[in-house]
């Protein structure tokens, strides 16, 4: 079977509640938490439909491990990449770059989280 080349993120944060929080109000999802070796490490994972299209991931507290909006820029699908730019404000982050055109490929926004990191929000509309 053909595969696209991503099969997991982690989104690494400082506080993994307040971090859950912010996710599951701008994407509307519930997170769930995965089991770990020991408790240091600490994963909640986004919902995740492993014969679908896409990568899954969670957010990630691990020692040695900093949020960053410098690294690599993770997108969430959305059916309109405004209506979850609407909530980030109100969960804690910030617009970084408003809903803007990228051509025949639709739509994006750029937020960063309560932890630092940004990442994009994609919609074909």
Request: one cysteine or more; charged letters at 20%.
């Amino acid at each position: 079977m053909s595969r696209n080349p991503v099969g997991w993120f982690e989104i690494y944060v400082e506080d993994i509640q307040r971090a859950k929080t912010f996710y599951e109000a701008v994407l509307n999802v519930e997170l769930t938490r995965l089991d770990t070796p020991t408790p240091e490490l600490q994963m909640l994972a986004f919902p995740a439909d492993l014969k679908a299209a896409g990568a899954a991931g969670a957010i990630v507290k691990a020692e040695g491990c900093t949020p960053s909006g410098n690294g690599t820029l993770v997108y969430f699908s959305c059916q309109d990449c405004a209506d979850e730019a609407s909530r980030v404000e109100a969960a804690g982050g910030k617009i970084h770059k408003p809903k803007f055109s990228i051509g025949p490929y639709g739509f994006i926004v750029l937020a960063v989280d309560t932890e630092g990191n940004v990442i994009g929000l994609h919609s074909l509309t």
